[in-house]
């Protein structure tokens, strides 16, 4: 059974850089074909892709937030790590990652709320 | 502003039939047969319902099917039933990295 999870600071001020954790069991990421996706949701707006990670390393960003963003996994611990800088307001929401097969996303965490404010 | 389209709400009675239509370009809906589609209740993480634009994961109710032509892909649910309303979401493989919808509410009346 896979399950993920999120962790990180509920809250973050503007300018600061946000870590987020995604703690997964029931596959691993160093297994061919495998990856792990972040994605997120401001509070009443649509889901937004923002990046991923694959068995081998090898990553890829969403365009408009590219320079922003690092994707880092520990396969040792079973951790994905997401990082993004100059957190603005606008960056609030609930921060999801997931499982995906090929090209679907299965299995999602549960998120975690991030609140950007002074 | 997402990438791709899709009609803010919909709305049917128990038992009809709904589609939501998904509207991109031919750099990501036309170009691959990459789209999945999400059910996502109050509060909640999103739940797969359709993926690679026509296949259902299993468990999910054959009552939800998907399509495709050209740059438009639509999601149709028939009978429905009240626990259908939720928010849907389709997705697409752009070439490199996916690309969501806005979301469309569906009510059940």
């Known amino acids: 059974q896979i399950t993920l999870k999120e962790s990180g600071p509920a809250l973050v001020r503007p300018t600061q850089t946000l870590t987020l954790t995604c703690t997964f069991s029931?596959?691993?990421?160093?297994?061919?074909?495998?990856?792990v996706a972040w994605i997120r949701q401001p509070p009443g707006k649509a889901l937004e892709w923002l990046a991923l990670?694959?068995?081998?390393?090898?990553?890829r960003f969403s365009p408009s937030l590219k320079s922003r963003l690092t994707i880092t996994k520990d396969t040792s611990k079973n951790q994905v790590v997401l990082i993004m800088t100059s957190m603005d307001p606008v960056d609030t929401a609930t921060y999801y990652c997931a499982h995906k097969r090929v090209h679907d996303f299965d299995i999602w965490g549960q998120g975690t709320m991030v609140t950007v404010s002074s | 502003q997402s990438v791709l389209t899709q009609p803010r709400s919909v709305s049917g009675s128990p038992g009809q039939s709904v589609t939501i239509s998904c509207t991109g370009t031919s750099s990501d809906v036309g170009g691959y047969d990459y789209v999945s589609w999400y059910q996502q209740h109050p509060g909640k993480a999103p739940k797969l319902i359709i993926y690679d634009v026509s296949k259902r994961p299993s468990g999910v109710p054959d009552r939800f099917s998907g399509s495709k032509s050209g740059n438009t892909a639509s999601l149709t649910i028939s009978g429905l039933q009240v626990d259908d309303e939720a928010d849907y979401y389709c997705c697409s493989y752009a070439g490199g990295y996916w690309v969501f919808g806005g979301g469309t509410k569906l009510t059940v009346l």
């Open positions: 990670i694959y068995w081998d390393d090898d990553k």
């Open positions: 029931g596959f691993s990421l160093s297994s061919s074909g495998v990856s």
